[in-house]
């Protein structure tokens, strides 16, 4: 068994307002929280059509509140768009209103595009600086941090966030050096991310934040009734994706029946395959089978469902699938 959690993305769908899926978002939380999942992260996109999440600790703040036990946080705030000292204080604000409950998932991409970076006063190497901004944001907590001495970020000082590090590559290493746990995607190219998640093993350094290294895997997993069915439930997502890839646009889901009805281009067609491969899905006894050899061959701490589809009641019928194969481990199992 493995602990499962979930990053909802707050997806719009087509013809649907922003407002809606982000109501259906707080909505999915409770769902994941009666269904046993472990934690619940929102994300950080900006300007984006199709994702409706633009302001992750505002809406962890409302996931919060709308729940009573499970863990919430950010898969992630993106630190170069932020000021460290704001995010501490956000984080602390979080964290003294729900103690016990708040995760702070970082990570190091900075906007989309150039129009967006300009406007939230980054560049393209605003990723450069990660690991300096995110020692200055874990030094406001114990009173120290480097860049800024004479500065408090209250109410965070003196409060414990469990902080993690989403990425891959060098920002893998920046996690290990700092001692933090690691968030990581399976996608594509399996053989990269066994090789980073061995190497930020190797280059752990044992800190106040996590005495050992923790490594979540994150991913797409559908399940459903039939093989078909769950593959089916990954086609709005990839058509997304390579709309994004050959359009610059990520636009809002569509019914999957009316994606494979289309016309697609050849270099469509080609982007979509490829987003449609690289997930585990199958009914629950497949899932329970390829999820379980995914995370034997991380040796993964933790699974983050990242699953998005257009028909969300087919959506919210995965989770509960995937709850009950078997490898959900609950706190205190």
Known sequence: ????????????????????????TVAFARQA??????????????????VAG???????????????????????????NHQPMVVAEQFGVLASLFPGRIDMGLGRSVAFTDG???????DKDAADHFAEQLAELLGYFSGESPAHPQAHARPAEGLTVPAFVLAIGAGARVAAEAGLPLVIAAARGEQRMLEAIDDYRTRFRPSAWAPRPYV????????AETADAARELLVPEAWSSAYARTHG?????APAEEIRALDMTSR???EFERAMDGHISGTEEEVAVGLGALVGRTEADEFLVTTSSY???????????????????????
Do not use: K
């Open 1 to 24: 068994m493995v602990r499962l959690s979930v990053l909802d993305r707050s997806r719009t769908r087509r013809g649907q307002h922003p407002s809606q899926a982000l109501r259906d």
């Open 33 to 50: 929280e009666a269904l046993g999942y472990h934690r619940f992260w929102v994300s950080e996109h900006h300007g984006v059509p199709g």
């Open 54 to 80: 633009s302001a992750p600790t505002v809406l962890a703040a409302a996931v919060a509140a709308a729940t009573s036990r499970i863990r919430v946080g950010t898969g992630g705030v993106m630190l170069p």
């Open 116 to 122: 967006v970076r300009r406007a939230l006063g980054r």
């Open 216 to 223: 979540i895997v994150s991913g797409t997993v559908a399940v």
């Open 249 to 253: 646009e990520f636009p809002p889901l």
């Open 268 to 270: 469509e067609r080609a």
């Open 311 to 333: 028909d969300r009641e087919q959506m919210l019928d995965s989770y509960r699938r995937l709850a009950v194969t078997g490898l959900l481990r609950r706190d205190g199992e």
